[in-house]
């Protein structure tokens, strides 16, 4: 039988080299200590119940809650007896097999826009009823199965089962966005562009005025456009990104605070200290020091 897909080891949560994506059921019978992880993560709470910790505060948990955290986020559980399916999958396919999301009016927010905006910080949740929750249940079952799958004659099915417990999800978020009056409606084709062009040079020292001549459109036909997407002018966004970055970076590389700050496109290290200490509420070299060895022997294990 194929081991755990993925595993837990003093602060960091990692996937065994390979698995594109993964859920399984897990059973908390104690406090979780707060960890990070280097991939895209969804929990669902089936049972029991807790206390939510996260740069967000503390939170109580009901059966239904579900966490979404993208990568480098910090997160763990105050509970005598919590029942959750984490799925995870590989940030990688956002950028392959889910790159379509971009334009989709539920899933590009929640995976693309909604978790960096407003002051989240790479966390969202959101609440699924009974019903919905029975649903979004089946589909993580399924996927869980195909973890004993060959992925070479499996892919496809993977993706598809992952695909429909986004959508449970991201039908949740619009809910939430629709009794907030969040922008909603779907993502402009030159907002997806923009993201695009964004993410494939983080480095570059962008301005708006170059992003928009970059698009061909004015930059407040951009910026307009932008933030009716996302709730983000474009800069905005792309801060939130690079800080993701960074925090992957100093889990898994040996540059320096410095090296890491410039690669991201920020060479001055003070404005790279606060910027990252705003978004993940620690120092680069306090979150470093929290998660990075536990990654790199993580990184070193076999399958």
Same mark, same amino acid.
């Given at each position: 039988?194929? @081991?755990?897909?993925?595993?837990?080891?003093?602060?960091?949560?990692?996937?065994?080299?390979?698995?594109?994506?993964?859920?399984?059921?897990?059973?908390?019978?104690?406090?979780? @200590?707060?960890?990070?992880? !280097?991939?895209?993560? &969804?929990?669902?709470?089936?049972?029991?119940?807790?206390?939510?910790?996260?740069?967000g !505060?503390?939170?109580? &948990?009901?059966?239904?809650?579900?966490?979404?955290?993208?990568?480098?986020?910090w997160?763990?559980y105050?509970?005598?007896?919590?029942?959750?399916?984490?799925?995870?999958?590989?940030?990688?396919?956002?950028? =392959?097999?889910?790159?379509?999301?971009?334009?989709?009016?539920?899933?590009?927010?929640?995976?693309?826009?909604?978790?960096?905006? /407003?002051? %989240?910080?790479g966390?969202?949740?959101?609440?699924?009823?009974? @019903?919905?929750? %029975?649903?979004?249940e089946?589909?993580?079952?399924?996927?869980?199965?195909?973890?004993f799958?060959?992925? +070479?004659?499996? =892919?496809? *099915?993977?993706?598809?089962?992952?695909?429909?417990?986004?959508?449970?999800?991201?039908?949740?978020?619009?809910?939430? %966005? *629709?009794?907030?009056?969040?922008?909603?409606?779907?993502?402009?084709?030159v907002?997806?562009?923009? &993201?695009?062009?964004?993410?494939?040079?983080?480095?570059?020292?962008?301005?708006?005025?170059?992003?928009?001549?970059?698009?061909?459109?004015?930059?407040s036909?951009?910026? %307009? $456009?932008? /933030?009716?997407?996302? +709730?983000?002018?474009?800069?905005?966004?792309?801060?939130? $990104?690079?800080?993701?970055?960074?925090?992957?970076?100093?889990?898994?590389?040996?540059?320096?605070?410095?090296? &890491?700050?410039?690669?991201?496109?920020?060479?001055?290290?003070?404005?790279?200290? $606060? =910027?990252?200490?705003?978004?993940?509420?620690?120092?680069a070299?306090?979150?470093?020091?929290?998660?990075?060895?536990?990654?790199?022997?993580?990184r070193?294990?076999?399958?």
């Open positions: 039988m194929p @081991e755990l897909s993925i595993t837990l080891r003093e602060g960091h949560a990692h996937f065994t080299e390979g698995v594109l994506a993964a859920a399984g059921r897990h059973v908390h019978v104690a406090r979780m @200590e707060v960890h990070t992880h !280097g991939f895209v993560e &969804i929990a669902v709470v089936t049972g029991g119940g807790g206390t939510h910790l996260s740069l !505060g503390r939170h109580d &948990i009901q059966v239904g809650d579900v966490f979404f955290l993208r990568p480098g986020v997160h763990g105050d509970c005598a007896h919590l029942e959750l399916y984490n799925c995870g999958f590989s940030p990688e396919l956002l950028y =392959r097999e889910l790159a379509w999301s971009h334009e989709d009016p539920l899933l590009g927010y929640l995976l693309w826009t909604a978790p960096l905006s /407003k002051g %989240r910080r966390l969202l949740t959101t609440h699924l009823g009974a @019903e919905q929750l %029975r649903d979004c089946a589909h993580l079952e399924a996927l869980d199965r195909l973890r799958k060959p992925l +070479g004659l499996h =892919r496809g *099915d993977v993706i598809a089962e992952l695909t429909l417990v986004l959508g449970h999800v991201a039908r949740a978020v619009a809910a939430d %966005r *629709d009794h907030a009056a969040e922008p909603s409606g779907p993502t402009h084709p907002v997806a562009q923009a &993201i695009q062009t964004l993410e494939s040079r983080l480095q570059h020292p962008w301005t708006l005025t170059e992003l928009a001549a970059e698009l061909h459109v004015s930059s036909y951009l910026l %307009r $456009r932008f /933030k009716a997407s996302t +709730g983000l002018p474009p800069m905005a966004y792309l801060a939130r $990104r690079r800080v993701e970055t960074a925090a992957e970076m100093l889990l898994h590389s040996d540059e320096t605070v410095g090296e &890491i700050g410039d690669a991201v496109g920020w060479p001055d290290p003070n404005y790279f200290a $606060r =910027r990252f200490r705003t978004h993940f509420g620690l120092s070299t306090t979150y470093r020091a929290r998660f990075a060895h536990t990654a790199r022997q993580l070193a294990v076999p399958p």
